[in-house]
């Protein structure tokens, strides 16, 4: 059985690296150009949305791809920050010279939308809004389709971009129906694959916001789109590693995302029920269901999650910053379900 259950990277199935080892093709070749015609339009399905594309790199070189894409120099932006990752969004925009207002709130808070609009209101004249979907730190969640609609309402012209790293393909997302302009995705999470590879959606607005640069700027989200018109990449395309995650993709295609949604919540649902019974406590308000952030009271979680490892093998993860020690992470996300979740409590129980 699968004893990977960290946030990502995810336990990586048999049938993704059945892919991996099917022979390389050139990324210039009629060959790969039907397999990425076929892979993006499994995308569209995944993302809810009519504009996608891929590129090489980590979930974090992706956001701040598109920040720096989306964004320019004096653009003023509101971050949503509660947690490790979602800072990491406000260091990002001020090292890209944008006029950074970080709404901070405690990590495992959650955001209350009508507070992040008057926030947006008191700021005024904002360009862009970056929230952090599902914060993999905490697994703090937040409203993102009641956020969007007042977003929509009340500031039509703001770029609402969105790290969708550990929600996009592990719970419901509607990316062109709730109105969001950049979704960020990652190969680890959902995907079930190493990390390496961005996914992402983008709006109609956010095509005509992205500006070209030069050939040579590889971080520019604009050279990407302009080669899926192309159906190539513009720089040396990762084969092995697109042929495994349209391996995932055609897996979530053939179940049907409600389906994959209903896995992971029930993994979820079974692994807070023994929490509950065992006396466990779940971290921070509204929870994600991609991943469960818990503790257990005058336990040292560090010690646990290694004695875990030792003696039955599981590997999770530890929590990050000032909750090292304090709280521990699983994911629900990929392989992930009720089956994997009851064998790791009959085995965490021994050591309770």
């Not at 894409?69 to 260091?91: A, T, Y």
């Not at 507070?115 to 862009?128: F, H, M, P, S, W």
């Not at 952030?293 to 490892?309: G, T, V, Y």
Request: hydrophobic share 40%; net charge negative; glycine share 8%.
């Amino acid at each position: 059985m699968n004893k990977l259950l960290t946030p990502g990277p995810v336990y990586v199935p048999s049938f993704v690296l059945e892919a991996f080892n099917k022979p390389v093709i050139h990324h210039r070749s009629k060959e790969f150009a039907q397999f990425y015609e076929g892979m993006l339009e499994r995308l569209k399905y995944l993302f809810q949305a009519e504009q996608v594309g891929s590129m090489i790199g980590s979930g974090t070189y992706g956001v701040a791809s598109m920040m720096y894409s989306l964004f320019q120099k004096g653009d003023k932006v509101m971050v949503l920050s509660n947690g490790k990752f979602s800072e990491r969004w406000v260091d990002e925009g001020n090292y890209l010279g944008l006029e950074v207002s970080s709404y901070q709130i405690e990590w495992g808070k959650a955001f209350d939308v009508k507070e992040v609009i008057q926030r947006a209101k008191d700021i005024g004249n904002l360009d862009g809004l970056i929230v952090t979907h599902s914060e993999t730190s905490t697994s703090c969640l937040v409203d993102l389709e009641e956020l969007a609609f007042q977003i929509r309402e009340d500031f039509p012209e703001i770029m609402l971009m969105v790290d969708g790293i550990t929600s996009v393909g592990a719970m419901p997302y509607y990316h062109d129906a709730w109105g969001i302009d950049a979704t960020i995705s990652a190969s680890q999470k959902a995907l079930m694959n190493p990390a390496g590879l961005v996914a992402f959606a983008l709006s109609e607005r956010a095509l005509d916001k992205i500006r070209p640069t030069h050939a040579g700027d590889f971080k520019n989200i604009w050279n990407y789109m302009e080669s899926v018109k192309k159906l190539t990449y513009p720089y040396t395309a990762p084969v092995q590693l697109l042929f495994g995650v349209n391996a995932a993709l055609e897996k979530i295609e053939m179940e049907g995302l409600p389906a994959i949604w209903n896995k992971c919540h029930q993994s979820c649902k079974t692994f807070r029920g023994e929490l509950n019974e065992s006396g466990g406590e779940l971290f921070g308000e509204d929870q994600s269901e991609s991943l469960t952030a818990f503790s257990f009271r005058d336990k040292d979680m560090e010690s646990l999650k290694k004695e875990l490892e030792a003696r039955f093998g599981w590997v999770i993860s530890s929590g990050q910053g000032h909750l090292k020690g304090k709280i521990l992470r699983i994911s629900h996300m990929g392989s992930s379900d009720s089956e994997s979740m009851l064998a790791f409590w009959d085995d965490l129980k021994k050591l309770l």
